[in-house]
């Protein structure tokens, strides 16, 4: 009861930190109201998002699948960014934000709401249809709502902006691991019809989501991109690095979150799948903590700091995680949410940094490489195949913490 409201009375927090930003630099009320719906929407996509951590292990015993086939979950989901994240873009430029917003949540409805047919059919495939459309309304939704949330106040200040907006994507993936498990695990009963429940609901509650967007109109500060000049070689640079860095940061993230709630259930001291699913909100509510901090961090380091030293750590952690048996390398692994929490706003920050009217066209790059998601755990999958476990494939997202610390080197020189 304490911790619930300890992450409440930090909610209330951010939100009120979020709306003090805001309206320092503008008062108006749409303004606000564009930051209140971007809050509850980025609560939703963090919510959506770390469902697919239980849904993983939740298929892989429906349909007795290996460790790489039940990646696919990942490989659909985080894929759609890879395929749609420029179309995305375009669709940005061209009806902008508040229209945009609309077609990600009943997209996200859609996707939702497939998953009711998908259990009639009670085959993997049309889960896997299901997950990609729902992957696809999350890219409509990063490719505005990431350089939305920037440019709805000063560029001072869009670090801080950003982390707390994240934080709230955290809270959502606080939320998720041990509801779902609830619902779909804890009973030992694996049975697809369990996920027409949470799917449904979901699925109203995005609706509704799409009409707030609708009803009142949203300021927009889009760049049309008819009269877009091409990036310079710097930009394309820049922007390719930053691309690179969320490729790395996003599949390493994924990777671990997806395979905590095995390592932990077959850790060998007596944690049963439903108490996993707690432990693996642990991991999730770091993420909520360290974005709050991240919050502050920006405003007194350079994010280029804060990331080398995020992403150093970060690879310290699986290093002791891959190392340390039992409970010690558990909590190493846990600890990797605290660090995770900064790393997105700030690569996000750094690449958008100087980009000017290039930034919506960077945004779709950036979000493409979401996209990492699905390749990282694939390999990560892989590799757990072929040593016979998770643990020492966790090799993987290490490596890709010691890339993400040579951008932020890189970023730091400049």
Known sequence: MASGRRVWLLTVAAIFACLMQTSAVNPMPNRRYALLLLVMQYFLAGLITVSNDVLNPFFKQVFGLSFVAATAVQLCFFGAYLLFSLSASRLVARWGYQQTLIVACVLLACGCGLFLPAAQMGRFPYFLGALLVLGTGLTVFQVAANPYSAFLGSADSAGSR????????????????????????????????????????????????????????????????????????????????????????????????????????????????????????????????????????????????????????????????????????????????????????????????????????????????????????????????????????????????VLISTFALFRLRR
């Not at 779902?180 to 009973?187: F, P």
């Not at 707030?212 to 310079?232: E, F, G, I, N």
């Not at 944690?271 to 999730?284: L, M, N, R, T």
Request: aromatic share 8%.
């Open 162 to 401: 950003m982390s707390i907006l994240q934080a709230f994507y955290s809270l959502g993936t606080l939320v998720g691991p041990p509801l779902a498990t609830r619902m779909l695990m804890d009973t030992g009963a694996y049975d697809v019809n369990q996920l027409l429940l949470p799917y449904g609901i979901l699925a109203v509650v995005l609706i509704a989501m799409a009409v707030l967007t609708r009803v009142k109109p949203l300021p927009d500060t889009l760049h049309s991109s008819k009269s877009l000049p091409p990036a310079s070689a710097s930009q394309r640079w820049q922007i390719g690095l930053g691309a690179a860095a969320i490729f790395c940061y996003v599949g390493s993230e994924i990777s671990v979150g997806s395979s905590l709630l095995s390592i932990i259930s077959n850790s060998g001291l007596g944690i049963s799948v439903a108490q996993a699913g707690v432990w693996v909100s642990v991991y999730w509510s770091g993420s909520l903590v360290g974005r709050l901090a991240g919050s502050l961090l920006f405003g007194r380091f350079r994010p280029a700091s804060v990331l080398l030293a995020a992403s150093a750590v970060c690879a310290c952690l699986l290093l002791l995680g891959m190392q340390l048996g039992g409970l010690s390398g558990i909590l190493a692994l846990l600890a990797l949410g605290i660090f995770n929490s900064v790393q997105f706003p700030a690569i996000f920050s750094l690449t958008l940094a100087g980009l000017d009217v290039q930034a919506n066209r960077a945004s779709g790059y950036l979000v493409m490489a979401i996209s990492g998601g699905a390749v990282l755990p694939l390999l990560h999958g892989a590799l757990a195949d072929a040593l016979g476990g998770l643990r020492p494939a966790l090799v993987v997202p290490m490596v890709a913490y």
